[in-house]
Every structure is written in C-alpha cells, then in structure tokens.
C-alpha cells in the first residue's frame, strides 16, 4: 500500500474519503489508483494524487492540484488551513523553535511565531507525541495547522539550511569584512576573496538564486545598512523584504555575486557591471545582469534577472491588440528609417525589443546590436557591448556596424547628438535602425530628438513610429472580485475621449496565490504614433507636443490611458493601477 513513512494517511484511504463525499466518482478513484501504483511516486499521499491533475466532476470542474487537496484534507480533520509564504517567514525564530532533526522526525515546522502562541505546521493530523514536550520548552500555547505537506518538508530542508549557512558564515573568517562607513569600505578593498568562497557562502547565495527563480522575481538586491544588510526582491513591480543579514555576511554574498560575475572583487570604490549565466533546478537557463554601487554602509548589488522565456512569448501576451501589433510590425518589417520605443526604465522596452528583433531576425538578414549593457545573449542576433573605458560608444559602435553589411541596427539607447546623428546616417544609407528613448509618450519623442540636435528635415526624412509603453499589474485571476462600474474613475481615466462605461469591473481581492496583493504578472499598455505626411506636415524647428498629439489623435491613434482602459474593461486590470503609470495629468493636450 502506498503510504508515507511518518503517516498512517495512505492513498486508498484518501481517495475513499474523496469518493464518499462525492468529489470524485468511484471511476476517477480507480483510474488515480492504477496509475499511482504503476509510476510509484514518491512524496506524501496528498501530493501524489494532486500530481495526477484529476478533474473534480462535482466541484464545478476543480483541479485538484496538492494545495486543493490539502486545504480540503485540513478542513476534514478541522485543522486552521495555512499556505506558507516563505516572503513572510521569519527564518531566525522559526529556526529556532526546534532543531531540524526534530522537526524532520515528527514531520512538524513552526511557520508563525509570536509572544502568544507559536503556529506548528503538520503533517500528520493524528501525531501528538511531541506536542507536550516543546510546549513545555517554548511556555507558550502551541496553534496546530495544516500546511501542504510538499511545502513543509521543502521548507524544512530550506530554511534550517539557510539558518545553518548564516551562523556558519558568522564566523571569524568574515569579521574583517565588516562594512560601516565608506572610509572602511576603501580600507577592505584590499582584503583578499578566500571568504566569498566559503562554503555557506555558496549556499546563501544558492538558495537566493533558487529563491528568486522560485518566486518569479526581476531583481535580487543586496543593501547594505550599518549593522545589517536587507536582502528583497522585486515581483510584479513591487520590492519585498526576504531577509536580513549581517552587514559582514552581506558583504561576502555581494563579493560571491562579483567572482559568478568575472567582475574586480577587489574593487569596491566604484561602480561595477557583470552577469552570470544559470541554470533554475528544472533545467531553464536564466541571465543574470549585475550592477554594484558603493553606498555608505558597503557595496549594494541589484541582480536583475532576465527570463529567456519572455522571447517566446507573443505580442498578445506582452498586451498588444491586433491592430498596434499590425502597425508595428508594419513599421519594424520595412527596409530602411527609424522605429522608436518610448518609456521610461522599468517599462518593459527590451521585452518588447527583443520580441520584435526576433520576429523579424530571418535567416535572410543580418541583424546587429549595440547595447549598454546587452540585456540578454540571443543567438539569432549579432550582438556588441559599449566600453566606454576603450572608447567604445554608441556613435563608434554604430561607425564599425556600418561595416559589418547589416540590414537592422538595433541601438540600446539614442542619449545623445553624436548617437543620434549615426542612427540618422545608418537610416539614410539603406538600413533600419530601431531604438529606445526617455520619453513620457510617443509624441514627445519628436521633439525630444529636436532637443538632442536633429533637425526637422531629417527626422521628417527618417522617422517611421514611436511607439510609446508602460507596464501596468494584472489582477489575480484566483481571487479578484468582481465590483460595479466606477463611474468618476472612468470618466477621469477616459476624458476626452468617448468610451462606454464597462458593464462590470473588477478589484484585487487578496488571496495565499497573490500574497494578499491581488496582483499577480503584469502586462502592457501601448500607444503607437506613425509618421506620415500629416505629423511630418508639423514637425518644424518651433514644434511642440500638443499639436502633434492632436493630430495624431485625428489619425487614430491610441494614448497610454486608453489602452490601459481597454484593459479594466476586459477585467484584466484596474482604474487606479493604469493611472498610477499613465494619468491624464501627464498627457493632458
């Protein structure tokens, strides 16, 4: 019989229970049990039969995956049913309620801790050989949950591995890497690097990098503070707090980031740029772009973390509709002038730019890159980083591209006259060029490039589109309600502009799959401008934004807050998070 090691729960028992209370029928019951005797998995029961995916016929078509079936296994024995978010935990007292050896045995984990009662995660419903004796010991009430058995036994190994790492790491051998000053950040730059290779260095910085993978997160940043140093990662836009260190042991995570990074582990007076190249544990490689900063307190260190899959994604997952795809796409696909992307960092730019370098990278073109720095290694791409420190920028970059017979020019950033003047040469001579600008919207880039030094002839002469873009938050499809219409927020989102008011909107709820943020992935908002003889009819050495907005507007074009609506009427977003990016404030006329 298939049954765990510590609990007398066994798979027959659990489907039995599952059919008499009609959640599956006697077929489903015997095919899972057919099943899971022929793939012998292994893992608690709960998790075995969620791993077959089986289609409740008498709960409206449910999945039930291991959390389903755990929360119903917790309310069966009526146990407080928790999913631990491991953002929230905090590893220091929760590793210190009972050792791992005992936590392991009795396949128990402390997943809350307060001076009223300590929550004690479970396995086994029916086990309370250890209850008294560590009642005893932490003199304070016990609170028995119910967890997924998968995330406790995970977490067991996670967390006390953690714990072990960072006293591990607390040792003598790092004391001199303590940081509290920029004078004595100065000081340890001469410090040798044997520290950062510490063992439980290297498996703090593992499980971080696990972590974040594990957690979907963009960024990984390590900040250091006078005595102590926070660990928070970024998800969905938003940064949350995962750990806090000791400034010392923070010091040799940061210089272990640096040594993965081929980057001067001795310096640590200036800014510094590497990146790492990875693997998540099923397999996926994942690019990891590094950027340090000397602070007051020591070295702070962002991670960014760029996902190949996002390649693969389509123009309708990133949020575009089918009509700014087919525009876009329209103006990428031509053979000579300039395409543009607007918004400012944290936008979404080089999803969007990679995306489209990918469709349109045949094997019939020859596609070259300058970047700063290159954001990820793609193959179809050939692909040139700027050094600054060998005078290697944009504008020489784009001079030696010139050479290489490209057909497309892709520029990381147009920030300057001298850039600006290569790309319009590049354009002229028979090749396209698509690039990035600091913008609030796509109209402003015209008059951003007058700014820079271009003159209107020969933007008129080179310019295709804008196209401009923000990044808004995705409601959580597990647990966002359902609410009237907001008749104020939509007219202020929508004024000026006629759109119907939705039938219905949606807010955030807050549920253990969204952290209670009712967010969960985000999604595009975008706002073509394309050149034709009307805009170009008012591009002059005196033009402003507004009229060619105006005109642009004559001509069909779609302003940021619009195509955010678009959005809160399909249910995929709210009023306050498009206006949070995209207000009218910013693109009044």
Same mark, same amino acid.
């Given at each position: 019989m298939l049954k765990t090691a510590h609990s007398k729960t066994d798979i027959v028992s659990i489907l039995s229970q599952l059919e008499k209370m009609e959640i599956i029928d006697a077929t489903q019951a015997k095919e899972a049990l057919t099943k899971l005797r022929a793939s012998k998995p292994v893992g608690h029961p709960l998790n075995q039969i969620g791993s077959l995916k089986i289609r409740s016929k008498m709960r409206r078509n449910q999945i039930l995956t291991g959390e389903v079936l755990s929360e119903w296994f917790a309310e069966l024995h009526q146990l407080p049913y928790v999913r631990i978010d491991p953002l929230k935990i905090n590893v220091d007292q929760v590793t210190s309620v009972m050792s791992k050896a005992f936590a392991i045995r009795h396949d128990i984990l402390a997943c809350d801790v307060?001076?009223?009662?300590?929550?004690?995660?479970?396995? *086994?419903? *029916?086990?309370?050989?250890?209850?008294?004796?560590?009642? /005893?010991?932490?003199?304070?009430?016990?609170?028995? +949950?119910?967890?997924?058995?998968?995330?406790?036994?995970?977490?067991?190994?996670?967390?006390?591995?953690?714990?072990?790492?960072?006293?591990?790491?607390s040792g003598e051998s790092l004391q001199n890497l303590k940081v509290s000053n920029l004078e004595q950040l100065l000081e340890v730059g001469?410090?040798? *690097?044997?520290?950062?290779?510490?063992?439980?260095?290297?498996?703090? +910085?593992?499980?971080?990098?696990?972590?974040?993978?594990?957690?979907?997160?963009?960024?990984?940043?390590?900040?250091?503070?006078?005595?102590?140093?926070?660990?928070?990662?970024r998800i969905d836009g938003v940064l949350h707090q995962v750990y806090e260190m000791p400034a010392n042991i923070a010091a040799a995570?940061?210089?272990?980031? #640096?040594?993965?990074?081929?980057?001067?582990?001795?310096?640590?007076? #200036?800014?510094?740029?590497?990146?790492?190249?990875?693997?998540?544990?099923?397999?996926?490689?994942?690019? &990891?772009?590094?950027?340090?900063?000397?602070?007051?307190?020591?070295?702070?260190?962002?991670? $960014?973390?760029?996902?190949? !899959?996002?390649? &693969?994604?389509?123009?309708?997952?990133?949020?575009?509709?089918?009509? !700014?795809?087919?525009?876009?796409?329209?103006?990428? #696909?031509?053979?000579?002038?300039? +395409?543009? &992307?607007?918004?400012?960092?944290?936008?979404?730019?080089?999803? !969007?730019?990679?995306?489209?370098?990918?469709?349109?990278?045949?094997s019939e073109v020859n596609v070259c890159t300058i970047e700063d720095p290159i954001e990820m290694v793609e193959p179809s791409f050939n692909q040139m980083q700027v050094h600054h420190d060998i005078?290697?920028?944009?504008?020489?970059?784009?001079?030696?591209?010139?050479?290489?017979?490209?057909?497309?020019?892709?520029?990381?950033?147009? $920030?300057?006259r001298e850039t600006a003047e290569m790309a319009i040469q590049a354009s002229l001579t028979g090749h396209l060029v698509i690039s990035t600008l600091h913008t609030n919207d796509a109209s402003s880039a015209i008059t951003r490039l007058q700014d820079i030094g271009v003159p209107p002839y020969l933007i008129n002469a080179t310019l295709l589109g804008v196209m401009a873009q923000r990044l808004v938050r995705t409601l959580c499809p597990h647990c966002k309600v359902a609410i009237q219409p907001d008749e104020a927020g939509w007219r202020e989102l929508t004024v000026g502009f006629k759109v119907p008011l939705p039938k219905l909107?949606?807010?955030?709820?807050?549920?253990?799959?969204?952290? /209670?943020?009712?967010?969960?992935?985000?999604?595009?908002?975008?706002?073509?401008?394309?050149? *034709?003889?009307?805009?170009?009819? &008012?591009?002059?050495?005196?033009c402003e934004v507004a009229p060619i907005k105006r005109q642009a507007l004559k001509n069909g074009m779609k302003l940021l807050r619009i195509s955010g609506a678009k959005k809160v009427m399909e249910g995929q977003t709210t009023i306050a998070e498009v206006m949070r990016v995209a207000s009218p404030a910013m693109e009044e006329l």
């Open positions: 307060n001076k009223n009662e300590v929550a004690i995660a479970v396995i *086994d419903p *029916d086990e309370q050989g250890w209850e008294a004796g560590l009642t /005893h010991i932490l003199r304070r009430p016990i609170k028995r +949950v119910f967890a997924n058995p998968e995330t406790v036994r995970r977490l067991q190994h996670e967390l006390y591995n953690l714990s072990h790492s960072i006293k591990g790491a001469k410090a040798g *690097d044997i520290d950062a290779n510490d063992q439980h260095v290297v498996q703090i +910085v593992d499980w971080l990098l696990q972590y974040a993978f594990a957690e979907r997160a963009s960024d990984i940043h390590v900040e250091p503070r006078r005595e102590m140093a926070n660990i928070r990662l995570v940061t210089a272990r980031f #640096k040594i993965l990074g081929r980057m001067d582990v001795a310096e640590r007076r #200036k800014p510094l740029d590497g990146r790492i190249k990875t693997k998540t544990p099923n397999g996926l490689e994942i690019e &990891l772009r590094l950027s340090t900063l000397p602070t007051a307190f020591g070295e702070k260190l962002v991670a $960014r973390i760029f996902d190949p !899959t996002v390649l &693969l994604r389509d123009f309708k997952a990133l949020g575009l509709d089918r009509q !700014t795809e087919k525009s876009w796409l329209q103006m990428a #696909k031509q053979s000579t002038g300039i +395409v543009l &992307l607007t918004g400012p960092t944290g936008s979404g730019k080089t999803t !969007t730019l990679y995306t489209t370098l990918k469709l349109i990278a045949t005078q290697l920028d944009f504008a020489s970059g784009i001079r030696a591209l010139l050479r290489q017979d490209p057909d497309i020019i892709m520029i990381g950033e147009i $920030r300057d909107m949606f807010e955030p709820g807050g549920c253990d799959e969204c952290r /209670h943020s009712g967010y969960s992935g985000r999604v595009g908002i975008y706002e073509l401008l394309e050149v *034709d003889s009307d805009i170009k009819a &008012l591009v002059s050495e005196q």
